[in-house]
């Protein structure tokens, strides 16, 4: 009966009670055929063989599939690049080879318009290369790691964003630093009581300042010369890497979409004393399965019944993000046993990404089960981190405030909208298709249609496959979720 269960195609329950999956009978799942492309629905993507697109593949599907990331990265525009002396003004709208940005907008506008039935992401792994050919990674031809790539999508979209931002600033006459010590991006909005145990540190304070300094050293002889020696050096490995200690403002759409920061806060419960917090920036979250597994058999034990309750994920992250030290004896009272960590959610993205770590390269089964049993169809970051109602609020720069409502702890909370799974050497994504109103598993070319959430366990249980990133888009505020 609950709407967003029947919409998430969980009408038989989300949870998964069972060790076992025989219950779950054959695949239900349909391929689907041109026409769904046709219809601009859902596309596969080309990996001919010995080019292993699948990492690409996979992280290219995420993005498009995404709500939050998709509609803002549509809206925002094409890149202005500098012609070449051999070419002529004509030629300073076309992309680059090296563009990564241009080369991933073309495509997200194939997914738009084209009539193919797959698209080739060739452009864009070959931007890749040449953007990381110095450090050896994304090379044509070789594997690489999913999430690595994912990350280094969002890193090349956040140092594209900030190019005119800091080249106006650093180019100029003042030799100062060019930036506040707490980046835009840095929210401290907390709870009364949270922000007097937090403001002054060195989270936000004299450290945060020095690290701007550096910046300005790195960043200022970056953006010097001809404008087309100043595109080549964009395009590089260590521009993105020095574009990632810089902040974006406003918000670029890599940031507004999936930056993520919390702060953890070491707390004596006797005294009330707080140690110096520490902050975390980040586009993944890391989840450690073996953690989560130990933390499922604490909550157990201690609540014990006549049947053995389903894994919560939000509860077992909770467990895992506050923790006790038992080892460390309070500074300020000298007391034992009294202190622990809080974590606190400081700046909220569009959409959670948790990178799932498993204890071995091959998982047992029941370990992969135990993992899906534990996703649930809604998340709310008030069970996994402390927050505060009015927490960075954020509305799409492209947008008006009344088509894109801000993040807060009051909504429903985030949604599962799928994942990216591997089995060897190869990735297959899987994720909620809002117009077919279906789970749709993308393995490359091959697009295939799911009755059911049991039906995509079916499917990755039975065959080996294992799941790395799981993603929970906020989607309040699209139309198909209201609809």
């Given amino acids: 009966s609950d709407p967003v269960m029947s919409l998430l195609g969980v009408e038989a329950g989300f949870h998964l009670h069972s060790d076992g999956f025989g219950s779950f009978g054959p695949t239900t799942g349909v391929a689907l055929g041109p026409e769904a492309a046709q219809n601009g629905l859902a596309r596969g993507l080309e990996n001919a063989e010995g080019a292993n697109h699948c990492f690409l593949n996979v992280a290219i599907q995420a993005l498009w599939n995404l709500q939050s990331f998709r509609t803002r990265f549509e809206a925002a525009p094409q890149h202005h690049h500098s012609p070449s002396p051999e070419h002529d003004e004509a030629s300073a709208a076309t992309a680059p080879t090296h563009c990564a940005y241009c080369a991933l907008k073309n495509l997200f506008m194939q997914y738009q318009h084209s009539q193919q039935e797959a698209l080739p992401p060739d452009d864009l792994r070959v931007a890749l290369s040449e953007i990381y050919a110095s450090q050896g990674r994304f090379q044509l031809g070789e594997m690489e790691d999913a999430t690595e790539t994912l990350e280094a999508l969002l890193d090349i979209v956040h140092a594209s964003s900030v190019g005119g931002f800091e080249e106006s600033t650093l180019a100029g006459p003042s030799t100062g630093s060019t930036s506040s010590s707490t980046p835009p991006w840095f929210s401290t909005d907390l709870s009364a009581q949270a922000s007097r145990r937090i403001s002054g540190t060195s989270a936000s304070g004299a450290s945060g300042q020095e690290a701007d300094d550096d910046d300005d050293d790195v960043w200022s002889p970056t953006f010097r010369g001809t404008d087309r020696a100043r595109d080549k050096r964009r395009g590089s490995a260590e521009h993105v890497f020095a574009a990632s200690h810089f902040p974006c403002q406003p918000l670029c759409i890599a940031h507004e979409a999936f930056g993520i920061e919390y702060v953890d806060l070491a707390r004596c419960s006797f005294c009330g004393a707080t140690g110096e917090p520490h902050a975390t920036r980040s586009f993944v979250l890391p989840v450690y399965v ?35 030290l038992p080892g460390e004896k309070c500074k300020e009272c000298n007391s034992l046993r009294t202190l622990s960590v809080e974590r606190w959610l400081t700046s909220r993205p569009r959409t959670l990404v948790w990178s799932l770590i498993w204890p071995t390269s091959e998982p047992v089964v029941q370990q992969v089960s135990f993992v899906l049993r534990s996703i649930t169809p809604i998340l709310s970051v008030d069970e996994v981190f402390h927050t505060h109602q009015h927490i960075d609020h954020r509305t799409s720069p492209s947008s008006s405030s009344s088509s894109s409502a801000a993040v807060d702890s009051s909504d429903e909370g985030y949604h599962f909208c799928g994942m990216i799974c591997y089995r060897g050497m190869h990735y297959i994504a899987i994720f909620w298709c809002w117009p077919l109103q279906r789970w749709v598993s993308f393995d490359d070319t091959k697009l295939r249609q799911e009755q059911s959430w049991g039906s995509v366990v079916d499917v990755v249980c039975t065959s080996g496959y294992i799941p790395t990133l799981l993603f929970y888009d906020w989607v309040g505020s699209t139309p198909e979720f209201n609809h």
């Fill in 290 to 324: 073996a953690e989560l597994e130990e933390n499922h058999k604490a909550v157990t034990a201690r609540d014990a019944g006549p049947t053995p309750s389903a894994p919560d994920l939000a509860k077992l992250l909770r467990h895992s993000h506050h923790k006790s």
